[in-house]
Nanobody
Framework: QVQLVESGGGLVQAGDSLRLSCVDSGRFFNSYAMAWFRQAPGKERDFVAGITWSGGRTNYADSVTGRFTISRDNAKNTVYLQMNSLKPDDTAVYYC???????????WGQGTQVTVSS
């Protein structure tokens, strides 16, 4: 069973940084690719970043490349999203996801709100 719980969201100003965390309470965390998606009001849920089960490969949406970094600690069943140089356009609910591949996850967290003011 995969249970994902995100934390770390909040209200920040443009240019600030935030680190999101997602903990899986299940037993097979290191078997899954992990990803972060986001959904802004009135828009579809979009892929932000993904990481393979080993952490050896990552990929990012063009809009966050160079500003966001995804990482994982399999000993802690946790995946992170370090977000730097935040922009108002980054405002969204951020979701943690798990699956055999990062771009087609099977499991989702409940989401955490990130709001970036200008």
């Amino acid at each position: 069973q995969v249970q994902l719980v995100e934390s770390g969201g909040g209200l920040v100003q443009a240019g600030d940084s935030l680190r999101l965390s997602c903990v899986d309470s299940g037993r097979f965390f290191n078997s899954y690719a992990m990803a972060w998606f986001r959904q802004a009001p009135g828009k579809e849920r979009d892929f932000v970043a993904g990481i393979t089960w080993s952490g050896g490969r990552t990929n990012y949406a063009d809009s966050v490349t160079g500003r966001f970094t995804i990482s994982r600690d399999n000993a802690k069943n946790t995946v992170y999203l370090q977000m730097n140089s935040l922009k108002p356009d980054d405002t969204a609910v951020y979701y943690c996801a798990a699956g055999l591949t990062a771009d087609r996850p099977s499991y989702w967290g409940q989401g955490t709100q990130v709001t970036v003011s200008s």
